[in-house]
């Protein structure tokens, strides 16, 4: 990824999802601003148990501390990508206007969960893509020539 933002949406009726607006969950790993941006896991809600605020303890445990009851302080950590693959049936599009070429994957993170986006090449990128994955071809029927 080059970090850059596309400025097309490569995939038919594609626009950016909403980010999830609900309140830290029971188990919920989370940042707390007020903390220098401590991480820490939601051990108890408001709410629950007569708890006024949220209770965090550090990941494998160490002290707890609070967070005010509305969340205003805590952040999701999120979940690392893991890797990508091509989603089946989906052509790769080229943008006349920007140059870019996309093809339509689906992202699978370490919790298991997965989500569909583009991966999104400059004209560069895409050439050295095209290198790669031939390079990786040659490789491929190589090997199966060779009753791999």
Do not use: C, I
């Not at 400025?7 to 009726?13: E, F, K, Q, R, Y």
């Not at 990941?59 to 805590?74: E, F, N």
């Not at 140059?99 to 969960?113: I, K, N, T």
């Amino acid at each position: 990824m080059t970090g850059r933002r596309s400025s097309h949406h490569p995939l038919p009726g594609a626009e950016p999802e909403a980010a999830p607006s609900s309140a830290p969950q029971l188990g919920d790993l989370v940042t707390d601003t007020a903390r220098q941006g401590r991480v820490g896991v939601v051990v108890a809600l408001p709410g629950e148990d007569s708890a006024t605020t949220y209770h965090l303890r550090p990941p494998g445990g160490g002290s707890a501390w609070s967070a005010p009851a509305d969340g205003r302080t805590l952040r999701p950590v999120p979940t690392q990508a893991a890797h990508a693959t091509l989603l089946p049936g989906r052509d790769a599009v080229y943008n006349r206007r920007t140059g870019e070429g996309s093809v339509a994957v689906r992202l699978h993170f370490e919790d298991g969960s997965t989500r569909e986006g583009s991966l999104v090449l400059a004209s560069a990128e895409l050439e050295r893509l095209y290198v790669e994955t031939s390079r990786l071809l040659s490789l491929h029927e190589k090997h199966a020539r060779n009753g791999g």
